[in-house]
């Protein structure tokens, strides 16, 4: 969208802070007029209407042109700064290198994937600004449905919910023990086997969910010894010999005093993915700029993600 068609929205927004500035400029009703596109006479009745709504007079005439009172020029720096407000909405509304996308991610997402993905995409649209919240899988996907983001990169990914996901990679979970356990040296494993004691995520948080559908399936309740924030710390109770925990493999190997043992239940699987309001929710628009930054990361996160996370 052009400058000019992000004017004409504005003047539709707010045709008499228009009108102020454009008689400001002009110090003429017939240029400013012809400036607005509308008839003099129009003009003309619609400072009338206005000042007889405020109560005082904000322009003044001066031989064959006019010019705004002292009331007018008090208040024309305040109306220049709301239409340049306005005028920057209304390109993030339509504007697909000027706009904001609200994105919302998980903590373990925040270390390097997401500065990753917005160097990237920075480099190409360097106008497109960001609203970052890192937050928990549930409190994420609540923020998404309620409106408060228009992305969210996380896992699991929903089903309903009115929100539509992509997957852009996919974790194998793993039970992770200490080195010197005695399942170190075996190969894959069923939950329902375990008798050790187990350190799970809180509620809410995603692999917590995955790990509680899991047991669910295999008909095994753990015996829970502590609930970690997040995966690192999980990671660093099981090395300190203090339980096991379900997680998803890690990248660059077991982390040192661990062992990572393949879950032989079903789904023992991770995605991540990006996840976005179904079409026709959060009032059916979208704005253009969540569109690029989508396509960017469902192009570019496969890629970056599988080496980055966990």
């Known amino acids: 969208m052009d400058v000019s068609d992000v004017d004409?929205?504005?003047?539709?927004?707010?045709?008499?802070l228009r009108m102020i500035s454009a008689v400001a400029g002009t110090e003429h009703v017939t240029h400013a007029?012809?400036?607005?596109?509308?008839p003099q006479p129009t003009l003309s009745r619609a400072l009338a209407r206005l000042q007889e709504e405020l109560g005082?007079?904000?322009v003044e005439r001066t031989g064959r042109g006019i010019r705004l009172?002292?009331?007018?020029?008090?208040l024309l720096p305040h109306v220049e700064r709301a239409l340049d407000d306005l005028r920057q909405g209304v390109a993030e509304l339509t504007g697909a290198e000027e706009g904001r996308v609200a994105l919302t991610f998980l903590p373990t997402l925040g270390v390097e994937v997401?500065?990753?993905?917005?160097r990237g995409f920075r480099a190409e649209h360097p106008g497109v600004r960001f609203t970052l919240t890192q937050e928990a899988w549930a409190q994420?996907?609540?923020r998404l449905s309620a409106g408060g983001a228009d992305l969210a990169l996380t896992s699991p990914l929903p089903s309903g919910q009115g929100l539509v996901s992509a997957v852009l990679h996919t974790q194998h979970l793993r039970l992770v023990v200490p080195e010197h356990?005695?399942?170190a040296a075996r190969g894959p494993v069923s939950l329902?086997?375990?008798?050790d004691e187990f350190i799970l995520l809180k509620p809410g948080r995603g692999v917590r969910h995955l790990t509680d559908r899991l047991s669910d399936r295999a008909g095994f309740t753990p015996r829970v010894a502590f609930e970690a924030d997040d995966i690192a710390t999980a990671r660093g109770l099981v090395a300190a010999g203090l339980g096991v925990s379900v997680l998803p493999a890690r990248p660059r190997g077991p982390l040192g005093g661990t062992v990572e043992l393949p879950v032989r239940d079903g789904d023992a699987e991770r995605p991540v993915g990006v996840v976005w309001p179904k079409q026709g929710s959060g009032g059916g628009y979208e704005p253009p700029a969540v569109a690029l930054f989508r396509d960017y990361v469902r192009r570019v996160g496969p890629k970056v993600i599988p080496d980055l996370t966990g």
Do not use: K, N
């Open 69 to 74: 009172t002292r009331a007018g020029r008090v």
């Open 114 to 118: 997401v500065p990753v993905l917005l």
């Open 140 to 142: 994420s996907l609540q």
């Open 192 to 195: 329902a086997s375990v008798r």
């Open 8 to 16: 004409a929205l504005v003047g539709i927004l707010a045709p008499r």
């Open 181 to 183: 356990h005695p399942l």
């Open 56 to 58: 005082m007079a904000l």
């Open 33 to 38: 007029a012809e400036s607005l596109d509308m």
